[in-house]
């Protein structure tokens, strides 16, 4: 059974700094190229970056130069560094298996909250 589970998010304010993680099972992670999304209040699911198999990787670009998304294989974990967070980036985030930028599966972990307020 494929599950994501999503950690890590707080309440921060702007300029602060978080660190998700997002660990899988049910998949061969080491084989699977993953993404983050976020969804905001109101608005529809989005991506926010990828990260390939061979460490590639590719940001949406509100959060290029302050944002991270790396892997460790062995912990079949993924995390994504966030520095500099502004309000906009308020939202709930999610982990995925990713086929450029698309979500692989239709379900979705419970994923982690992120606040950026004054």
């Known amino acids: 059974q494929v599950q994501f589970v999503e950690s890590g998010g707080g309440y921060v304010q702007p300029g602060e700094s978080l660190r998700l993680s997002c660990r899988t099972s049910?998949?061969?992670?080491?084989?699977?190229?993953m993404g983050w999304y976020r969804q905001a209040p109101g608005k529809q699911r989005e991506w926010v970056a990828t990260i390939r198999i061979n460490n590639n990787t590719n940001y949406t670009d509100s959060v290029k130069g302050r944002f991270t998304i790396s892997r460790d294989n062995a912990k079949k974990t993924l995390y994504l560094q966030m520095n500099s967070l502004k309000p906009e980036d308020t939202a709930a985030y999610y982990c995925?298996?990713?086929?450029?930028?698309?979500?692989?599966?239709?379900?979705w972990g419970q994923g982690t909250q992120v606040t950026v307020s004054p």
């Open positions: 049910g998949i061969v992670f080491r084989l699977a190229h």
């Open positions: 995925n298996e990713d086929d450029g930028g698309v979500p692989t599966f239709q379900f």
